[in-house]
């Protein structure tokens, strides 16, 4: 069974930093976050294989970093220069041959 635990998250200041983690157990493969806001449909963040390939949405290059510690399967999501557009869902992704999601935790940016 594959389990995707998600921390971090919550509520910060316009240019502020928050960091996300997701450990994964029972999978492994490429892994990353994707977020959702209020009324639109769910995107992409950031994605990172096995091998350390990472692959950034273009609103957040340069400001978020994913990295990924193999030996605990799990990654890390920094996000400094937090913009009030950063504000959704942000889901944990772990993609082999099937697709799975973590249960999500909320990230609010206040202006």
């Known amino acids: 069974q594959v389990q995707l635990v998600e921390s971090g998250g919550g509520l910060v200041q316009a240019g502020g930093s928050l960091r996300l983690s997701c450990a994964a157990s029972?999978?492994?493969?490429?892994m990353g976050w994707y977020r959702q806001a209020p009324g639109k449909q769910r995107e992409l963040v950031a994605t990172?294989?096995?091998?350390?390939?990472?692959n950034y949405a273009d609103s957040v290059k340069g400001r978020f970093t994913l990295s990924r510690d193999n030996a605990e399967n799990t990654v890390y999501l920094q996000m400094n220069s937090l913009k009030p557009e950063d504000t959704a869902v942000y889901y944990c992704?772990?993609?082999?041959?099937?697709?799975?999601w973590g249960q999500g935790t909320q990230v609010t940016v206040s202006s």
């Open positions: 992704n772990l993609r082999n041959y099937r697709w799975y």
């Open positions: 029972g999978s492994i493969g490429t």
């Open positions: 990172i294989t096995s091998g350390g390939i990472t």
